[in-house]
């Protein structure tokens, strides 16, 4: 009954991989985010996603794309990774632009 | 745009007592809404409380209260009775209005430890 859930939890991949995060909310909001959390704990937005129309796109390089199916589910896939893409990603949701809720992170590691 | 401060990159409490973790913001939208969330070394983001540019009265939830001042631009998080647990990150955050609705603004936290 996990209300945002983020696969996988942890993604270790090497330079030049290719990889994709999936987010899934079950709480029936229509916004969903996705957040980057730096080895600093610094966090900020990286899309914003209403009924699938993307409204927020942060200055992310075009590596960076996410795509939403559905207003269930906000996915993000990373081209040619690098090293410096190494972070916790966080998923969350909203309705509107109410109050958020995260998923539990993904800790993405490239080496 | 939106900015938000957290001056305190790390604070000490002794367990049952109240501890005060500031924020300041800025903003140029005329509505906003301020928000506290913990993230305990687990890693998981958890909403504390939320303060509306036009609440009357601050906001308390539990043992949480924000002492917020408008006119300062301040939305500091109270503790009262700190426990253990509360030991982890802290995250002020805000939301503006129209596009700016749709993301939240963090500081960059204060890391909050509960001495026994």
């Known amino acids: 009954d996990t209300a945002v859930s983020q696969t996988p939890k942890y993604l270790v991949t090497q330079m030049g991989n290719d990889k994709s995060i999936k987010c899934e909310q079950n709480?029936?909001?229509?916004?969903m985010y996705w957040y980057k959390q730096d080895s600093k704990k610094f966090l900020k937005i990286m899309f914003s996603?209403?009924?699938?129309?993307?409204?927020i796109n942060e200055t992310v390089p075009n590596r960076f794309s996410p795509k939403s199916p559905d207003k269930a589910h906000l996915n993000l896939h990373i081209n040619s990774l690098e090293l410096g893409d190494s972070a916790v990603y966080f998923c969350?949701?909203?309705?509107?632009?109410?109050?958020?809720?995260f998923g539990p992170g993904t800790r993405l590691t490239v080496t | 745009a939106q900015k938000i401060t957290q001056t305190q990159p790390g604070m000490f409490v002794q367990e049952k007592e109240a501890v005060t973790l500031d924020c300041t913001y800025d903003?140029?939208?005329?509505?906003?809404?301020l928000f506290w969330y913990k993230q305990p070394s687990s890693g998981e983001m958890i909403f504390l409380i939320y303060?509306?540019?036009?609440?009357?009265q601050n906001a308390t939830e539990g043992r949480y209260s924000l002492n917020f001042q408008k006119a300062r631009k301040s939305a500091n998080l109270v503790i009262s009775a700190s426990q253990l647990g509360d030991s982890a990150m802290y995250f002020c955050?805000?939301?503006?209005?129209?596009?700016?609705?749709?993301?939240?603004?963090f500081g960059k936290g204060t890391k909050l430890s509960v001495i026994p």
């Open positions: 996603y209403n009924n699938k129309e993307l409204i």
């Open positions: 955050a805000i939301r503006g209005s129209g596009a700016g609705s749709y993301q939240l603004t």
């Open positions: 303060q509306g540019s036009y609440d009357q």
């Open positions: 969350a949701s909203s309705l509107s632009a109410g109050q958020q809720y």
């Open positions: 709480l029936g909001h229509d916004t």
């Open positions: 903003t140029s939208d005329p509505s906003y809404g």
